[in-house]
């Protein structure tokens, strides 16, 4: 009785081991919280100005960021449309939440 337990366990350990080895392997191809990720793709590239701008500017010309603040987070806080790579056609770069971090949308001053 014990040795069939014991088979049990090792054999479900082994299928947890085998899980837990593909959750990595694909968090580390496409893990979207590390601007790294993004950045495979998106970096020193041009970033062109909101179509309709009731906002301040985030990104520079150059993919950089006009608030220091804004360095420190996740592409995807801002960017949480962007859910998978490749992303779907026609995703829209400028839809933006503001009030995902502020009380409200700051304003041009
Ligand atoms: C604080 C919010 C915020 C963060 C953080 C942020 N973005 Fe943006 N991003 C925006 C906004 C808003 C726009 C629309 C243009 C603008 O307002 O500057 C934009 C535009 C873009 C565009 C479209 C540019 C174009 O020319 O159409 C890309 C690509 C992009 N961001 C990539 C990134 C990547 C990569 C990161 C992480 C390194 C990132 N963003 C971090 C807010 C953010
Ligand atoms: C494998 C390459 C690749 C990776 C990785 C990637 N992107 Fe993109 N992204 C693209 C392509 C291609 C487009 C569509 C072409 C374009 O508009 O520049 C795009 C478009 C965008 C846009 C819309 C740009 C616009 O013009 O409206 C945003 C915003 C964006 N990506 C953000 C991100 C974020 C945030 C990440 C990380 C979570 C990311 N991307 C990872 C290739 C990539
Ligand atoms: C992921 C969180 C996050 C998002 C989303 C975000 N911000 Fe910020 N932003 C911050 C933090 C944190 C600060 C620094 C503290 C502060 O001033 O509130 C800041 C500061 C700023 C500042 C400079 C300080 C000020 O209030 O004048 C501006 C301008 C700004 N953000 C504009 C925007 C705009 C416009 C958007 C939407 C397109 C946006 N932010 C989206 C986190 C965010």
């Known amino acids: 009785m014990i040795s069939k337990k014991l088979l049990l366990l090792a ?16 968090a580390a191809a496409e893990d979207l919280s590390d601007n790294a ?3 495979e793709c998106h970096a020193d590239e041009p970033r062109a100005a909101p ?3 009731d906002h ?8 950089g960021f006009n608030v220091e603040d804004h360095e420190m987070w996740s592409c995807i ?7 998978e790579i490749p992303h779907p ?7 933006v939440n503001c009030t995902n971090c502020h009380d ?3 304003t041009m001053e």
């Not at 301040?56 to 993919?63: A, K, V």
């Not at 056609?89 to 839809?95: C, F, H, N, P, V």
């Open 11 to 26: 054999s479900s350990a082994a299928f947890a081991a085998a899980l837990g080895f593909g959750f990595a392997a694909t």
């Open 37 to 39: 990720t993004c950045l």
């Open 51 to 53: 179509e309709s701008s």
């Open 56 to 63: 301040p500017r985030i990104h520079t010309d150059e993919g």
């Open 77 to 83: 806080d801002c960017h949480d449309m962007i859910t």
């Open 89 to 95: 056609e026609g995703i829209d770069g400028s839809a």
């Open 104 to 106: 409200s949308t700051p």
